[in-house]
């Protein structure tokens, strides 16, 4: 893990987010018959791009797991609650 300067690990989860949202892109489709408000689905599903994003992009791990938790989730919840679910079936 980066020790010290905060802006030069602010810099590396910058660089993450591309492939972040590429790995939320290509794995979705594994989770899409299951409900994907579901809390416990979203933490699956987390898991799973951190996972693929250590395995596939190492530098990735120099970003605290938590932290890499926090930004896959954000994008995640952008994904899913203002893109692919319509509002309407949110509150149903």
């Not at 994907?36 to 996972?51: G, H, N, P, S, Y």
């Not at 120099?62 to 926090?70: I, L, Q, S």
Request: glycine share 2%; with cysteine.
């Amino acid at each position: 893990m980066i020790q010290g300067n905060p802006f030069k690990l602010l810099g590396i989860a910058d660089s993450l987010l591309i492939p972040i949202q590429r790995l939320i892109e290509r794995l979705i489709p594994d989770f899409i018959e299951q409900d994907l408000c579901d809390e416990t689905v979203r933490r699956q599903i987390v898991k799973a791009v951190d996972a693929a994003l250590t395995a596939e992009y190492p530098a990735a791990r120099a970003v605290p797991e938590k932290t890499r938790h926090r930004i896959i989730r954000k994008l995640l919840d952008l994904l899913i609650d203002d893109i692919l679910i319509p509002e309407d079936e949110r509150t149903s």
